[in-house]
């Protein structure tokens, strides 16, 4: 009986451990908690700056704002004189007028004939000039070499009329087309084809090239 009781541990010893280790235990535990405190504490939100604090913008004045540039002006067309010949049967020696017109110039001449021509078939422009030159004949073609003028008209310049509508109807013609040079000689074609007996019948024969000169000395126009 005495040795069993030489085995026991002493209640107080006992207690002192439990303590200690309660001790340690608490300790350790108030140190986790305050390290899980510490790692999932919230952190704080970034903000950013907004787009007006890192690139404000720039208040532009009137004198930065790009201003209109000026049309460049066009250069003024040069423009030319030159006679176009209607009928009036009040003077002259051969019963027509020249009404002179402005006309752009070019350096080609007959660029410049093209123009007045395009008057000529247009008709009068005004209630005291006539013409002979029947409504609808277009003018096909026109240039100029060293050999003279050359017209190409259409059919209809060869349609309805007397000798001496003929007569004037040819005047209008050949002097419109010799008003930059009264001294050119003047070929006439009706579509394509040299032009050889103007009108039906009693037709004017003709003999080309024709100058201002040669047509006094063959025809007269009665006004």
Do not use: C
């Amino acid at each position: 009986m005495q040795e069993r009781g030489n085995n026991r541990f002493p209640f107080g010893f006992i207690f002192g451990v439990a303590l200690a280790l309660l001790a340690t235990g608490g300790g350790l535990t108030w140190f986790a908690v305050q390290q899980m405190k510490s790692t999932q504490s919230p952190t704080k939100p970034t903000v950013s700056p907004s787009p007006e604090k890192i690139n404000p913008p720039v208040a532009t004045t009137p004198e930065e704002t790009t201003k209109p540039i000026p049309a460049k002006p066009q250069p003024k067309a040069e423009t030319e004189t030159i006679q176009v010949y209607w009928f009036n049967g009040s003077q002259g020696d051969v019963g027509f007028n020249p009404l002179p017109v402005s006309v752009q110039k070019t350096e080609n001449k007959s660029n410049t004939l093209k123009q007045a021509f395009k008057l000529l078939l247009a008709g009068p422009i005004d209630a005291t000039h006539t013409t002979t030159i029947p409504n609808g004949t277009k003018l096909l073609g026109i240039k100029e070499d060293k050999t003279g003028i050359h017209l190409d008209l259409s059919q209809s310049f060869t349609q309805g009329g007397g000798s001496d509508v003929m007569i004037g109807r040819l005047a209008q013609v050949l002097y419109t087309a010799t008003s930059l040079d009264p001294n050119a000689k003047v070929w006439i074609s009706v579509e394509g084809q040299p032009l050889e007996v103007l009108g039906e019948g009693d037709g004017l024969m003709l003999d080309q090239p024709m100058t201002r000169q040669s047509f006094k000395e063959n025809f007269t126009i009665n006004p």
